[in-house]
């Protein structure tokens, strides 16, 4: 505020640079084209056209992860798989962020045994944490809108503003 | 024509008498207990006979009768296209000494079944070319399927006991 009143309507509009990369960060973040299991499907059909995940400039998944910003860990992690995640994390560029999509990927859900990674925060730090099994697609575009939310917090220097009530 | 069980019976103890140990019908279908020093003379038997013609190596696995002597027990089901008929070959493995002879040079489509089996139960396959882990990472210890591991992996974290799994429990760094 201020040099809008001042300088007239010329186009122009003014905010700190925070509130401009936030802005561009959690209006485009591009999901890793990556899928476990079952909640795969869930999050295919979230960025179908019924639930239309577009809507939040999301709709380009990338096949590669040097161009991903999110990882959308979707289904059960085993213990073979486990390094592959994490590499898989690590080949992302910064600023990066992890939804654990399912129960599964939460803490293990259902398959408590030999196989199964007991929560993908064991291997990849988790942003978010989406219930459900499989969540529907509803419960998926709200935990990424709660991720955005978290985005839109973020100091340039990475630390977290104080939370914000949704409403 | 679907084979006689009795026929396929008759045929494998009139060729090799010394290597069945006993037999079981259940439902028409032939369970034959082997020796294990004799399954590939067995198996060879069954896929070149040219009456019997079992020469598809349907499915190859392990159980574990803990408890019981012999302890394991490796399961191979044959199917012959030709007679549209199955059998199932049964062959005890000792506990202390977990070792069958490899059935990959008589179908190649065994290595991996046989894989698994040592993956999961430990049991060795005697002149298999790569016995490695196929489904397990290479540094998990133990065999998974053999019946005195723990089912659960880890304690489920409840209201009541989270914080003392959690301060315990590897989370990632960044």
């Known amino acids: 505020m201020g040099i809008e009143q001042k300088a007239g309507d010329m186009g122009i509009v003014t905010a700190s640079l925070e509130q401009l990369v936030n802005w561009s960060r959690s209006s485009a973040m591009w999901p890793l084209l990556f899928g476990l299991a079952c909640c795969a499907i869930e999050m295919m059909g979230a960025q179908g056209a019924n639930y239309d995940l577009s809507r939040f400039g999301m709709e380009i998944n990338r096949a590669s992860p040097r161009q991903a910003d999110l990882m959308i860990v979707a289904g059960r992690v085993s213990r073979k798989m486990a390094p592959v995640v ?3 994390y690590d080949q992302m560029a ?12 939460a803490c293990g859900g259902v398959f408590n045994n030999y196989a199964i990674v007991q929560g993908v925060d064991e291997i990849v730090p988790v942003d ?6 499989p969540p529907r697609p509803e419960a998926l575009i709200d935990g990424i809108i709660h991720l955005h939310e978290k985005v839109k917090r973020m100091r340039l220097n990475g630390e977290l503003r104080e939370p914000v009530r949704l409403s | 024509m679907a084979l ?16 069945i140990l006993g037999s079981t019908e259940f439902r028409g279908d032939l369970s034959v207990y082997v020796r294990p020093e004799h399954i590939v003379d067995v198996a060879r038997f069954l896929r070149d006979d040219p009456e019997l ?4 190596l349907e499915n190859l696995c392990g159980v574990d009768y803990l408890g019981r002597e012999p302890r394991f ?7 012959s296209f030709t007679n549209r008929s199955r059998i199932c070959l049964k062959v005890g493995v000792d506990e202390h000494n977990p070792s069958v002879p490899s059935l990959t040079g008589l179908w190649p489509g065994a290595n991996y079944h046989e894989r698994e089996t ?5 049991i060795i ?8 882990r196929i489904l397990m990472p290479e540094d998990w210890e133990g065999h998974p399927l053999r019946k005195d591991v723990p089912l659960g992996a880890e304690e489920v974290a409840f209201t009541f006991n989270q914080d003392r799994i959690y301060a315990h429990k590897p989370f990632a760094k960044e």
């Open chain 2, 4 to 19: 006689d069980n009795a026929t396929v019976l008759g045929r494998l103890r009139a060729a090799l008498p010394e290597a």
């Open chain 2, 53 to 56: 013609q079992f020469n598809f």
């Open chain 1, 94 to 105: 910064d600023p990066k962020w992890v939804i654990a999509m399912g129960d599964c990927a």
């Open chain 1, 128 to 133: 978010v944490y989406v219930a459900g099994c």
């Open chain 1, 86 to 88: 994490r590499r898989l």
């Open chain 2, 73 to 79: 027990e490796v399961v191979y089901h044959l199917l």
């Open chain 2, 118 to 122: 040592f993956d999961m139960f430990g």
């Open chain 2, 125 to 132: 396959f005697t002149g298999h070319p790569c016995l490695e």
